[in-house]
């Protein structure tokens, strides 16, 4: 495991992402993962405050977009992210902090199809306990994603 | 880029307001408290990211609509969501002040930080304009809908400059000629 990583830090384009001396390697990667979390998180986080009572007017049909659109923000922050990952694979892929962080990701993911199912019924649109429930626990998880990502830079 | 800092540099050379402002900013209780304590700086950042997630998550879905699409979704439905996209903009403005005050050298000789804060002025600019001009406009409006040129412009300009004031804010330590 080691080898692979240390084969990966010193790959080419790993060492363009860490190295290169040009806006385009590791700040615009870093840039658009920042975008990412804004689509993934903002757009999350729009549809759990709808679906816990905030906005109670808005109809839910229309805004099923939301979940296209939080794929979007996860399949960019997945390519971002693992690039990111290639420029630091030996620090990155032993620090118990990104675990957390790989681990909390994979929750988050898992729960955008379960809260539109839970919404986005065959016999219905509405809101369930269940929904709910997925709602506030999504909130929760992308809450501790954000924190855990911005802290790997300082633990 | 370049061309643009030497310019910022030759306004500064102008004047020892920046420097008398950095001093005296250093020199608060609040920027001695951020320097000292080492958890108040990662946790203003986790929350200024937070705070970035929630108010651009809670303000596009309005700019989308403004700009035509979902038209089955009234204006004042989607205008519920606001007071969290504000919650958003004063948890980051709270914590952008933070660090403002701690690092005020390395904020204001960033050209970065200058074009984050006229994008900050544009959107609230273009809010303004938003809750005192097209009020009726939005009163008139029917189910279904399609938003009239000025309502287009405004979703366009506010979708546009808040990603605009994350791009600057996150590329400003790569960017221009501070840190």
């Known amino acids: 495991m080691m080898e692979l990583l240390a084969a990966l830090e010193a790959s080419a384009f790993a060492t363009w992402v860490r190295e290169g001396s040009t806006i385009w390697a590791y700040p615009t990667i870093l840039t658009l993962h920042t975008m990412g979390l804004a689509i993934l998180v903002g757009a999350n986080a729009a549809f759990d405050l709808r679906v816990l009572g905030v906005g109670r007017h808005i109809p839910l049909a229309p805004i099923e977009w939301l979940f296209p659109a939080m794929w979007v923000g996860f399949g960019l922050n997945a390519i971002t992210g693992a690039m990111l990952f290639s420029a630091d694979p030996i620090e990155k892929g032993t620090t118990a902090l990104f675990m957390v962080k790989l681990a909390i990701v994979m929750a988050g993911v898992v729960l955008i199809p379960l809260l539109r199912r839970a919404v986005y019924r065959r016999t219905a649109i509405a809101v369930t306990p269940l929904a709910k429930t997925f709602a506030a626990l999504s909130l929760l998880v992308w809450t501790a994603a954000t924190v855990t990502g911005r802290w790997m830079a300082y633990w | ?179």
């Open chain 2, 1 to 179: 880029m370049t061309r643009l800092d030497v310019w910022l540099d030759a306004v500064f050379a102008t004047t020892t307001l920046d420097e008398s402002t950095i001093v005296f900013l250093k020199g608060t209780a609040l920027a001695q408290w951020v320097v000292s304590t080492p958890w108040v700086w990662p946790t203003a950042e986790a929350l200024h990211f937070l705070g970035l997630a929630l108010l651009v998550g809670t303000i596009a879905p309005l700019d989308m609509r403004l700009l035509g699409f979902m038209r089955s979704v009234p204006i004042a439905a989607l205008k519920a969501l606001v007071p969290w996209a504000v919650a958003g903009f004063v948890i980051n403005l709270l914590t952008g002040i933070l660090f403002f005050v701690a690092a005020p050298d390395q904020y204001m000789h960033n050209l970065s930080w200058w074009f984050k804060v006229l994008f900050l002025a544009i959107a609230g600019v273009n809010m303004l304009l938003f809750e005192t001009t097209q009020r009726s406009q939005i009163q008139a409006m029917q189910p279904g809908d399609d938003t009239p040129g000025a309502l287009k412009a405004i979703g366009a300009v506010s979708l546009v400059s808040w990603l605009m004031v994350v791009y600057w804010g996150r590329m400003l330590p790569f960017l221009g000629n501070a840190f």
